[in-house]
């Protein structure tokens, strides 16, 4: 069921917004760190008068976490398994009025998906790609991930603990050069909201590492309530090194905006390329008496 929630304007007047919730009830277990994300999500999009249900689109993986198309009272489409990127990627330049959010799972986005995370860096969309990670495979039964800790048994491969290291999701989009980098954690539900509405107002390609406990096959509460803590204050997002050196720290669980960066986004530079192939790129009075010249000449 939906229901709207009364929320102040900037005017002081109240305003009935949109609670973002889906029509179907979710499916996760008990406990599952989804819900957590799903909340704090929800609770970012309510907070953003320019965010409405009708312009917004989330485009999801295979996974438990790709679910949550369903789940949000937004456009959705839960799309192929590492595939939610490109897909995302043709829905945004089709039409780069809407909000475009991806989401999906650490094994969607990381292993399969992984590689088109670099080349929607290089684009820099502006879109919000939510990855929530619980360091394992969570709908297929409990298979390590590309983020889970070498060593881990599976509940699938309890004699086969993973021989891999794990993927540093951070340093990697870091050093892909994706515009705005973050992390959250389920455990910290303000931290999330605040965090994903900066993602989402980011002009850009911004990723978010969204760490999400599986109760059922990895329960990391306990660990990572151990190892989280918030950038300090004083940290400057704008220092790639700091940012990777942050990154690199494993032991502890920073969370926080590690690196942003404004620069040119794909839908604008598809608009000024275009404009130039049709001749009607905004010119100076100077520039059109330049050519105009030039072309008797
Ligand atoms: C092409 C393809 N390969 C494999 C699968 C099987 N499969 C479905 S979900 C999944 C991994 C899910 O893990 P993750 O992306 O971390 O999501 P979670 O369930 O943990 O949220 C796999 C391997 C599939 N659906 N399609
Ligand atoms: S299997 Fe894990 S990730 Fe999937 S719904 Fe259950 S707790 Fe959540
Ligand atoms: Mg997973």
């Known amino acids: 069921m939906t229901t709207t929630v009364t929320t102040e304007k900037t005017t002081g007047q109240p305003e009935e917004r949109f609670d973002f919730k889906g029509m179907i009830e979710p499916v996760w277990c008990p406990g599952c760190g989804d819900f957590a994300l799903l909340n704090a999500i929800r609770s970012a999009l309510r907070q953003m008068p320019e965010v409405e249900r009708q312009n917004t689109i989330v485009i999801s993986g295979i996974g438990c976490s790709g679910r949550v198309a369903a789940y949000l009272g937004v456009y959705g489409f839960h799309g192929v398994h590492g595939r939610a990127l490109p897909t995302a990627l043709g829905v945004k330049e089709a039409n780069p009025s809407l909000n475009v959010l991806v989401m999906g799972g650490d ?10 995370i670099p080349h929607a860096a290089r684009r820099n969309p502006n879109m919000t790609y939510i990855v929530f990670d619980n360091e394992i495979y969570g709908l297929t039964k409990g298979q390590v991930s590309p983020t889970s800790p070498k060593g881990l048994a599976g509940k699938s491969t309890p004699e086969w603990p993973a021989l891999e290291e794990p993927l540093n999701p951070l340093a990697m989009l870091i050093a892909y050069n994706v515009s705005f980098v973050a992390r959250v954690y389920a455990g910290s539900p303000k931290t999330t909201t605040q965090i994903v509405k900066e993602a989402i107002a980011h002009p850009g390609f911004a990723v978010v590492q969204a760490m999400s406990p599986c109760t059922t096959f990895y329960n990391t509460y306990k660990l990572w309530a151990k190892q989280v803590r918030t950038l300090p204050e004083d940290y400057d997002p704008t220092d790639r090194m ?52 030039d072309s008797f000449v």
């Open 107 to 116: 094994g969607d986005g990381f292993s399969i998906g992984g590689g088109h």
């Open 242 to 293: 700091a940012a990777f050196a942050r990154a690199l720290d494993t032991e502890t669980m920073w969370l926080g905006i590690f690196y942003r960066e404004e620069r040119p986004t794909y839908e604008e530079m598809i608009a000024q390329q275009a404009a130039r192939l049709r001749g009607d790129e905004e010119l100076s009075d100077d520039e059109r008496l330049r050519r105009l010249i």
